[in-house]
């Protein structure tokens, strides 16, 4: 089945570290993606990990990948007040004869980072 | 800035209406993408195109449809509008496929309320 799982909110405190955990269905997944959304805005581009990797680090941004237990997670250093939006995990899903594939999101978490 | 740009912005419209979304890709993008983004269904893949053909099929309903130009430039359009159609429509494109980590690039999206 295609289905990832996301917990819906995130609280922490400017300065800390956030961590935001993913769990996805297909195995066969090869990329798997996070992205945030700001309020009246489109989905940016995190980053993202192929399945192969355990860990990718970007800046600020640490992504693990346990690909035995499908799970993602995303861990953001020094939490600021501007990083405060709605983060979505996407596993990708390729068509049954090949040659298409899709992304399929979590629901999304939202942190909310207070002083 | 993405560089996917969607048109119009805003929609407010009535039930049983039909409307007409556009979205222009990142230059050189091949793929286009629509998604819908409601409060109780999450982010909904509807429908992939290809260099102008379709390619792969979501949760897209028969009352909706789209289609990709030669100029890549897509339209999605919703007829017999119903209350539960409000939501968000987002596109984004791809240069390549998801599974082989070429990620999608979003629009800022078209909010569409039915009145």
Same mark, same amino acid.
């Given at each position: 089945?295609?289905?990832?799982?996301?917990?819906?909110?995130?609280?922490?405190?400017?300065?800390?570290?956030?961590?935001?955990?993913?769990?996805?269905?297909?195995?066969?997944?090869?990329?798997?993606?996070?992205?945030?959304?700001?309020?009246?805005?489109?989905?940016?581009?995190?980053?993202?990990?192929?399945?192969?990797?355990?860990?990718?680090?970007?800046?600020?941004?640490?992504?693990?990948?346990?690909?035995?237990?499908?799970?993602?997670?995303?861990?953001?250093?020094?939490?600021?007040?501007?990083?405060?939006?709605?983060?979505?995990?996407?596993?990708?899903?390729?068509?049954?004869?090949?040659?298409?594939?899709?992304?399929?999101?979590?629901?999304?978490?939202?942190?909310?980072?207070?002083? | 800035?993405?560089?996917?740009?969607?048109?119009?912005?805003?929609?407010?419209?009535?039930?049983?209406?039909?409307?007409?979304?556009?979205? #222009?890709?990142?230059? !050189? /993008?091949?793929?286009? *993408?629509?998604?819908?983004? @409601?409060?109780?269904?999450?982010? %909904?893949?509807?429908?992939?195109?290809?260099?102008?053909?379709?390619?792969?099929?979501?949760?897209?309903?028969?009352?909706?449809?789209?289609?990709?130009?030669?100029?890549?430039?897509?339209?999605?359009?919703?007829? #017999?509008?119903?209350? !539960? /159609?409000?939501?968000? *429509?987002?596109?984004?494109? @791809?240069?390549?496929?998801?599974? %082989?980590?070429?990620?999608?690039?979003?629009?800022?999206?078209?909010?569409?309320?039915?009145?």
């Amino acid at each position: 089945g295609e289905d990832v799982e996301q917990s819906l909110f995130l609280s922490v405190r400017e300065g800390d570290s956030s961590v935001i955990n993913c769990t996805y269905t297909d195995s066969s997944s090869t990329y798997l993606y996070w992205y945030k959304q700001e309020p009246g805005a489109g989905l940016q581009l995190l980053t993202y990990i192929f399945s192969n990797m355990d860990m990718k680090q970007d800046q600020r941004l640490t992504v693990l990948l346990n690909k035995k237990d499908k799970h993602l997670s995303l861990r953001i250093a020094d939490t600021q007040t501007g990083d405060s939006a709605i983060y979505f995990c996407a596993e990708s899903i390729m068509g049954i004869s090949g040659g298409y594939n899709k992304l399929i999101f979590g629901a999304g978490t939202r942190l909310a980072v207070h002083p | 800035d993405s560089g996917v740009t969607q048109t119009p912005k805003h929609l407010i419209t009535a039930t049983g209406q039909r409307v007409t979304l556009r979205c #222009s890709p990142r230059s !050189g /993008d091949l793929s286009v *993408y629509w998604y819908q983004q @409601s409060l109780d269904q999450g982010l %909904q893949f509807l429908i992939q195109y290809y260099n102008g053909e379709e390619r792969a099929k979501g949760n897209i309903l028969e009352r909706f449809s789209a289609q990709q130009f030669p100029d890549l430039h897509s339209e999605l359009n919703l007829s #017999s509008l119903e209350l !539960g /159609d409000s939501a968000l *429509y987002f596109c984004a494109s @791809s240069d390549g496929e998801v599974d %082989q980590g070429s990620p999608l690039h979003f629009g800022n999206g078209t909010r569409l309320t039915v009145t």
